[in-house]
């Protein structure tokens, strides 16, 4: 009995936890400022203790979110790769790389601090997206669907400055044919261009 007294609470705290990071990815993807950490655990249902239980400061809440965003990414390649072709895999993770971009926008303040302070490191997750877009990249070349001669860094490049430009919700069918006009040049051939 009292193992299961025991079992309960921590799948309460795992599934609040859960909760706090949907909804502040969410608010972080659609706000303008930085939403506080009261509306974040009023829009979980959750009291402000529970929050900070979970994440005793926005540093630790922002890290959060940026961390599992990074590993939707990371992973969402493979996951991609086991269901779609690479051409297909590789737009559709475009589309995630835009909700990532979107999210840090909303917690942009605290996350560059955190950068600068070395608490989050860029270059380590810089890596990571890399090697994510090489993976989808590989698979492609393999396959003959996807252009040999495009590093991920450009590709990286080019999604930068379309959801720099694109990003904001108003402007998703710019994104979305900006987005497409990119996958018609990585699987065309070079000699096809005029």
Do not use: C
């Not at 309960?8 to 705290?13: F, H, L, T």
């Not at 303040?109 to 989050?120: C, D, K, N, Q, Y």
């Not at 810089?126 to 996807?146: H, K, P, V, W, Y």
């Amino acid at each position: 009995m009292a193992a299961a007294q025991t079992r309960r609470p921590r799948a309460d705290a795992t599934r609040n936890r859960e909760q706090l990071l949907d909804v502040a990815t969410r608010l972080f993807a659609s706000a303008d400022a930085e939403p506080s950490m009261r509306a974040i655990a009023n829009e979980a249902g959750v009291g402000i203790a529970t929050l900070y239980r979970h994440f005793p400061t926005r540093e630790s809440l922002v890290d959060a979110v940026y961390q599992d965003q990074v590993l939707r990414l990371t992973a969402g390649a493979r996951e991609l790769l086991a269901e779609l072709d690479p051409p297909a895999a590789l737009r559709r993770w475009m589309d995630l790389f835009g909700d990532w971009i979107a999210t840090k926008n909303g917690m942009l303040g605290t996350l560059l601090a955190m950068v600068e302070s070395g608490e989050i490191a860029h270059a380590h997750t810089r890596g990571q997206l890399l090697a994510a877009i090489n993976e989808i990249l590989e698979a492609g070349r393999t396959s003959g669907q996807l252009r040999a001669d495009v590093p991920a860094e450009d590709i990286a490049a080019a999604l930068i400055g379309i959801f720099t430009v694109a990003g904001s919700p108003e402007h998703e069918a710019l994104a979305a044919r900006l987005l497409n006009l990119l996958m018609d040049g990585l699987t065309s051939s070079p000699g096809t261009r005029l």
